[in-house]
């Protein structure tokens, strides 16, 4: 690993990787990246229309080559990865080799209402979706990718996490 610190949160879509990722990166004085964004601009098109016109396989196919030059950034940062992005074409293998990654595990049911109350139809894997039909998806993405997941470095289970806390867990892994 590089002398720079590299954060990458991985968890599931609504888990709070943009949000948590964006209020980290503030506390840290770190640029703040968001590999669906980064995604979004490059090809100048939202998440859904990559989906429907390109398909899911070329989607995660762009989704690897952006993590890898995200990766390579000769800095510090903090990055947002895509809820699908750990557990395709060994990018979890990837990440880890390369950055400090962290789980966002949050309860389905406080994901299932902050995608209810969010802007769904950004988010292909939900589109037209409402309710137990949420959970429903969110508990088999997480039994498809739970092991992943777990493959990071430093977990935080709950629904508000705490940038100190992760601030400090940073520092002992560094220390490791
Ligand atoms: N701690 C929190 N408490 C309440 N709501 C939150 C919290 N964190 C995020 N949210 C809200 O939940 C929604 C999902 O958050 P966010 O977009 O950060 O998730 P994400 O993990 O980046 O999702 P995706 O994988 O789809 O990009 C947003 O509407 C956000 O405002
Ligand atoms: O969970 C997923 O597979 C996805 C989550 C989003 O972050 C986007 O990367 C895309 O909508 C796919
Ligand atoms: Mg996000």
Do not use: W
């Amino acid at each position: 690993m590089s002398e720079h610190l590299k954060v990458v949160l991985v968890g599931l879509p609504g888990s709070g990787k943009s949000t948590f990722g964006r209020q980290l990166a503030q506390s840290l004085n770190f640029p703040f990246y968001d590999l669906d964004a980064m995604i979004e601009q490059k090809n100048q098109m939202k998440i859904p229309d990559i989906f429907s016109r390109m398909g899911e396989g070329k989607f995660r196919e762009m989704e690897s080559e952006m993590l890898a030059q995200a990766l390579s950034y000769d800095r510090s940062f903090v990055l947002a990865s895509g809820g699908g992005c750990p557990c395709f074409n060994d990018n979890m293998d990837l990440i880890n080799s390369q950055a400090i990654s962290v789980y966002l595990d949050v309860p389905l049911n406080d994901i299932s209402d902050r995608l209810e109350g969010a802007r769904i139809q950004n988010r292909p894997m939900f589109q037209g979706m409402e309710g137990g039909e949420i959970i429903l998806k969110l508990k088999n993405l997480l039994a498809e990718r739970e092991e992943y997941y777990n493959m990071a470095k430093i977990k935080l289970s709950g629904s508000d996490f705490s940038t100190e806390l992760l601030i400090s867990e940073l520092i002992h892994q560094l220390r490791k």
